[in-house]
């Protein structure tokens, strides 16, 4: 564990189960709103426990949505990107948008390459140099 985060542990107010008298344990992550160190905290549960059930249908209900969010985005973005295209390709913008315009297509193109992740800010920023360059360095 690292300087910065605390380990926890808690006993459910509910069943008030334990190390030594537990089913299942479950594990979270947050901040401690005092010191602003991460904290990790293992709270010890019975099978049968009211928290320990809510918590999961909600973690159950988390994965249904993230899934289905998924399945849409899968469906919606081709869509969007050829609406985004076809605008691109009727060229109806000024030449002061067309950098803008290029560097969206091409950020649009490397999500669309994989949809399971996300674009990385090191990829972002190679596609917006290449639409907008850094500065030369000044010579003295």
């Given at each position: ?5 605390e ?6 107010p509910?069943c008030q189960?334990?190390?030594?008298n ?6 979270s992550?947050?901040?401690?709103p005092?010191?602003?160190r991460t ?15 809510v918590?999961?249908?909600?973690l ?11 399945e849409?985005?899968?469906?919606e ?10 605008l ?7 030449a002061?948008?067309?950098?803008f ?9 490397a999500?669309?390459e ?7 800010p090191?990829?972002?920023v ?6 907008f ?8």
């Amino acid at each position: 564990m690292s300087a910065d985060a605390e380990a926890r542990e808690e006993t459910c107010p509910d069943c008030q189960a334990g190390p030594d008298n537990m089913d299942v344990r479950t594990f979270s992550i947050g901040k401690d709103p005092d010191t602003g160190r991460t904290t990790t905290t293992v709270t010890w549960h019975l099978e049968d426990c009211p928290s320990y059930t809510v918590q999961q249908i909600l973690l159950e209900d988390g994965v249904r949505r993230a899934e289905e969010r998924t399945e849409w985005t899968r469906q919606e973005f081709p869509a969007a990107q050829e609406r985004l295209l076809d605008l691109v390709m009727r060229g109806e913008f000024d030449a002061t948008a067309k950098p803008f315009v290029a560097a969206l297509v091409e950020l649009v193109e490397a999500q669309g390459e994989d949809l399971g992740r996300f674009v990385t800010p090191d990829r972002w920023v190679e596609i917006l140099n290449k639409h907008f360059p850094p500065d030369e360095e000044p010579t003295a």
